[in-house]
């Protein structure tokens, strides 16, 4: 779109990349006229601000000329960081002569802004360019095939680049080549271009269109490939751009006919060599890609022909289109909107008239109103595709499954003496590990699960432990899984029945203790003790044989009355009395004798009228009141409370009474007891409070403290499902979120099937069921419910040996060197390359859904069959080849290098093999078929030191293949085995066009053809073309396999044109034959 105008009949000329702010310089053009037939002219600078969204420029600076320009540059020489505005404007004369002005001088207004001027040439100075590597060249171009190189150091004596062209024609245009720096190329109207080397002083080559009708009015090298440039022609009767490549000069490589009238200039893009600009006499300006052919961007113009078009340097996005309307335009190929064009109409329009009545009646004339319409807004479409410069260099992208997407857009360096070749693009899969340790854990509970070795993996987490809690938890965990658990609880909690009885022991020779007998209380002296423990059946032997006689006393005293009552079988009031007396042994042993109701009412009374330090827990004890020892003891004392639940609770109400212990430890004690209560919840089993207390008491945000969490958890559930009967698919709300992080964070690190195990299956979360639908689409399945969803096209099966689709059941575990597409997804384009996983260390994935599961063995998951993409893998040291950028010779600043080793390609590089059909079956062609040519992986190949010469001639020992081979016997080493389908395949086409030949001079070229063969299979067998060519061939060999010899035929001129000819002139035109015999034919 339109940006900025200029009411100019000017040349242009913009600073140099290195100048900021952006000025555009213009002088007024030779040979034209305005409206006013004013013959002055003047040197004018304008500056580009794009904050501006009115279309004119501001002038920041003019000075008025003797002198009208037919070319205007602005060249980057004695530039310095310092200076505002540096640089040299070079001028040609309508009089011969070339003029260095002071930019800096102009700005600041000084008349002395003519730095030097020359009038050496003859005729007007229509051609200048400034060589881009030594900015103080400057070559000019005039009448008489002149020809002058400027040193704008010593600007008084030129220098020509050899002998003036034969016959002599007027110099149009002259460019610098943007490779090689001593390469300079003229062109006249004629329609002839001729190549100089400044080195030698003499013209080197010189091309032309054999038709004769080629006018030529623009001239412009590759930016990247040095042997490339394009020709512009005037004439109306072959608007055309002439792409040429001076390797093969007998014909152009490409013809771009997008115009339909004569070319008038053209300008290509130094930031992107796909960008090339034409305007022409049909009012066109249109942005191509010379490397298709394709128009990029149309610019929407007016009808008047633009006859001078150039790109801003430093802002790669926007041109300037000179025009013989006498206007200036920079425009931007990214878009926008019109409007501020339009508006600016609408204003000229208004203000020619003042504020009158164009009508005569002299009455003022309200402002002129847009009026308000509701079309939408004129918008201007970018480019068809993104340009160069604003591509990314790099990018990276995570997805899901920890999978990183990563490419590159790294422009090769250049290297003398070696061919650039196409430039090929990869885009890398690789699996990403960050948190190995997580993974390497989270795969030994795997196994532990799956192999049921419970005891062991508890027992190796608790030799692991280095926290007194953290032991302290697997213990109790890992009792789950042993006999006796509640005797194993105690021990665990400091009570072994062993090391009591010794302390017993240890006590009776000092001290009173209490102890019980058939459910009541004693309380003796040792001496007693000894009677009733150790010698209880002793003293009741001796009490038997002594038979001593006794009083019975009914007198009025306690002992009087307590004797009446037993003797009258009033064991109430016995006891009543014994209490009364504080009498309590006695009290007791009545109450027994006198029924369980009396003994409770006895036990009540005695425990209301003793208090002592384990009154309370011998009431709990004696009445079976658990729950009041958990509510009421002292949270101290936690493990003594635990340990009477384990002695005494029944199973009905263990559960219960442990859970109600770990909430008052939760609830009311501080966070040491609150950690505690995990070891009330493992023992009863409850595992959503103790993932509920785990998150309250630990960082839970790191991925290695949920992997502490879920050992836990799936350690005690598989307990539980062991010793209660619960349903094992039972997962609460808060396991079920800590279930979907862990299996979150199990798939980024690219644990696919781990992760659906982890999985709770029973949830309808939304989250959760978004996740595994995710993850059984990752690993290939539909998650239950939904059906395979048929592709659009249907896959073949490939070689194993060959990148592509293959169809069919993953058999267990990938190895690393291979990545994978779902089922449903696009096949990447040609070309994509995936490698391994980038952390070799990182678990085996299995393909396929496990066949346990965390939660429930019964049944598993459907599995579906799956299509997988398999892609070779690319070596670590895998670079891509190297375009062809060699010049036609070595760089003036270097004349002895001659030669020059490339790199060789990486030893194990993936081979190129074409697909093994069946005969007479073609390859299925669709929209995903592989394209020519289309970006892949090369065999490697053994590089050959070469000498650069002369377009077109042989190189090195290339002339050696058309001597007659000697007489004596030969021993030929064997081609290598993945380019034996080339030679198996080019002979069995000339068998078959043989046999169908009916015509003698066809069979004789097709005799001459599989013998001229023979050396490009002696070049396989050296190895030595290149990468490119070999590539070429195979593509050849897929064209001829599928019979689409018009394919062949095209990829056969891509290598002609594109390779060095000395590498293919012994057998390409042979083959060329063949594929031309073959389609005649129809074999």
């Known amino acids: 779109m339109k940006l900025k105008e200029i009411d100019l009949t000017a040349m242009q000329a913009w600073s140099p990349a290195q100048q900021h702010p952006i000025y555009l310089a213009t002088g007024t053009s030779a040979q034209q006229l305005d409206a006013s037939f004013s013959t002055n002219a003047s040197l004018e600078i304008f500056e580009l601000d794009l904050s501006d969204p009115s279309l004119d420029m501001k002038s920041c600076a003019v000075i008025s000329s003797s002198h009208r320009y037919h070319k205007l540059i602005w060249g980057p020489h004695s530039m310095t960081a310092g200076e505002s505005v540096s640089g040299v404007l070079i001028a040609g004369g309508e009089n011969g002569n070339v003029i260095l002005y002071d930019p800096a001088k102009i700005l600041v207004g000084n008349s002395e802004a003519i730095i030097a001027q020359k009038d050496k040439h003859t005729g007007p100075?229509?051609?200048l360019d400034v060589n881009m590597f030594q900015t103080n060249l400057v070559a000019s171009g005039a009448n008489e095939s002149e020809i002058y190189i400027w040193d704008l150091n010593n600007f008084a004596t030129p220098m020509t680049p050899g002998a003036k062209t034969q016959p002599l024609e007027d110099i149009s245009c002259i460019a610098w080549n943007r490779q090689v720096q001593h390469i300079l190329a003229s062109a006249s109207p004629s329609g002839r271009a001729t190549v100089w080397d400044l080195r030698k002083n003499e013209p080197i080559i010189k091309v032309s269109d054999h038709n004769n009708r080629m006018h030529c009015s623009g001239l412009a090298w590759h930016p990247d490939v040095a042997t490339q440039m394009v020709l512009a022609s005037e004439d109306d009767r072959l608007p055309v751009i002439q792409m040429w490549d001076l390797r093969f000069t007998s014909s152009p490589l490409r013809v771009l006919e997008s115009h339909t009238r004569g070319i008038l200039a053209i300008a290509w893009s130094m930031a992107d060599s796909e960008l090339l600009l034409s305007c022409g006499k049909d009012a066109k300006i249109l942005c191509s890609n010379p490397n298709t052919g394709e128009v990029l961007y149309e610019l929407p113009t007016n009808m008047q022909w633009c006859f001078d078009i150039q790109w801003c340097p430093r802002n790669p996005a926007i041109f300037s289109a000179a025009?013989?309307?006498g206007r200036i335009s920079t425009y931007s190929i990214m878009g926008g909107s019109t409007d501020g064009l339009r508006q600016k109409h609408v204003d000229q329009l208004s203000s020619s008239f003042g504020n009158l009545d164009p009508f005569g009646t002299g009455q003022p004339l309200p402002p002129l109103q847009l009026p308000q319409q509701t079309a939408p807004q004129s918008v201007v479409l970018p480019l068809k595709k993104p340009p160069r410069w604003i591509r990314r260099p790099v990018g990276a992208s995570f997805s899901f499954g920890g999978k990183l997407v990563t490419f590159e857009n790294a422009k090769p360096q250049q290297q003398p003496g070696v061919d650039q070749q196409p430039q090929h693009h990869y885009v890398y899969v690789s699996q990403v590990v960050t948190e190995k340790e997580f993974l390497a854990r989270s795969t030994q509970l795997q196994e532990a699960v799956q192999s049921e070795g419970f005891v062991s993996y508890c027992q190796k987490k608790i030799d692991m432990a280095q926290a007194d809690f953290e032991r302290n938890v697997w213990a109790f965990l890992k009792v789950n899984f042993e006999e006796d658990s509640r005797a194993k609880y105690l021990e665990l909690l400091g009570y072994r029945k062993d090391d009591l009885k010794n302390k017993v022991s240890v006590a009776e020779s000092c001290a009173c203790v209490k102890y019980f007998v058939d459910g009541f209380i004693c309380q003796v002296q040792p001496c007693i003790i000894n009677v009733f423990?150790?010698?209880?059946?002793?003293?009741?032997?001796?009490?038997?044989?002594?038979?001593k006689t006794f009083n019975i006393s009914v007198s009025g005293d306690v002992d009087g009355l307590i004797t009446q009552a037993l003797l009258t079988g009033n064991f109430e009031s016995a006891v009543d009395l014994c209490l009364h007396d504080n009498r309590m042994a006695d009290a007791i042993i009545l109450a027994i004798a006198g029924g369980q109701e009396l003994l409770s009412r006895t036990q009540e009374k005695y425990f209301s009228k003793i208090q002592s330090k384990i009154t309370r827990l011998i009431t709990a004890v004696v009445t079976k009141n658990w729950k009041e020892i958990v509510q009421s003891c002292d949270?101290?004392?936690?493990?003594?409370?635990?340990?009477?639940?384990?002695t005494y609770a029944r199973p009905d109400e263990f559960a219960a009474l442990c859970d109600l212990l770990g909430n008052r430890l939760e609830s009311e004690g501080d966070s040491l007891l609150r950690t505690q209560a995990c070891l009330c919840y493992i023992c009863a089993g409850n595992v959503e409070k103790l993932v509920a207390c785990w998150s309250k008491v630990q960082d839970g945000n790191s991925p290695l403290s949920l992997q502490d969490l879920i050992e836990k958890v799936v350690i005690l559930r598989k307990a539980v499902q062991l010793t209660q009967a619960v349903d094992p698919n039972a997962v609460g709300a808060l396991l079920a979120e800590k279930?979907?992080?862990?299996?979150?964070?199990?798939?980024?690190?690219?644990?696919?099937?781990?992760?659906?195990?982890?999985l709770p299956a029973n949830t309808d979360q939304p989250n959760i069921v978004l996740l595994r639908d995710r993850l059984c689409r990752a690993q290939g399945e539909l998650p239950a419910g939904q059906e395979a969803i048929r592709a659009p096209y249907e896959r073949q099966p490939i070689p194993k040996d060959r990148a592509g689709p293959v169809v069919g059941q993953v058999p267990g575990p990938q190895t690393s060197a291979q990545q994978y597409y779902q089922q449903g997804d696009k096949p990447p384009p040609p070309g994509f390359i995936m490698p391994g996983a980038v952390n070799p260390s990182a678990p085996p994935q299995q393909a396929t859904s496990p066949s346990y599961s965390m939660y429930s063995q019964a049944g598993t998951r459907p599995a579906y069959p799956q299509t997988l993409?398999?892609?070779?893998?690319?070596?670590?040291?895998?670079?891509?080849?190297?375009?062809?950028?060699?010049?036609?010779?070595?760089?003036l600043a270097d004349p002895q290098a001659q030669t020059q080793q490339p790199p060789a390609a990486p030893v194990g590089?993936?081979?190129?093999?074409?697909?093994q059909l069946p005969a007479?079956?073609?390859a299925p062609l669709g929209p995903y078929a592989p394209q020519a040519l289309g970006p892949g992986v090369v065999p490697p190949t053994t590089f050959k030191p070469r000498t650069e010469g002369a377009p077109g001639a042989p190189i090195g020992n290339a002339m050696q293949h058309v001597q007659a081979l000697p007489t004596e016997k030969i021993t030929k080493k064997p081609i290598p085995e993945e380019h034996l389908i080339l030679k198996t395949t080019f002979e069995a086409l000339i068998q078959r066009c043989l046999l169908s030949a009916s015509d003698p001079q066809t069979k004789r070229k097709l005799d001459d053809a599989n013998k001229r063969l023979e050396f490009l299979y002696d070049k396989l067998r050296e190895q030595t073309l290149s990468p490119a060519i070999v590539s070429g061939l195979h593509s050849i060999v897929k064209s001829i396999e599928t019979r689409n010899y018009v394919e062949g035929l095209n990829i056969h001129m891509h290598i002609v044109s594109t390779s060095n000819f000395s590498e293919t002139s012994a057998f390409m035109p042979v083959l060329k034959v063949v594929l031309i015999q073959a389609n005649k034919l129809g074999v």
């Open 125 to 127: 100075v229509r051609a």
């Open 323 to 325: 025009s013989f309307d």
């Open 533 to 547: 423990i150790c010698d209880n059946k002793q003293e009741t032997e001796d009490l038997g044989s002594a038979r």
């Open 635 to 646: 949270l101290q004392n936690w493990r003594e409370a635990l340990a009477a639940v384990l």
């Open 739 to 758: 279930m979907s992080q862990y299996a979150n964070l199990l798939a980024a690190q690219g644990s696919i099937a781990a992760a659906l195990t982890f």
């Open 869 to 891: 993409f398999v892609f070779s893998q690319v070596p670590d040291n895998f670079m891509p080849p190297v375009p062809i950028t060699s010049p036609i010779m070595n760089p």
């Open 909 to 915: 590089t993936p081979s190129f093999q074409p697909p």
């Open 920 to 922: 007479g079956q073609q």
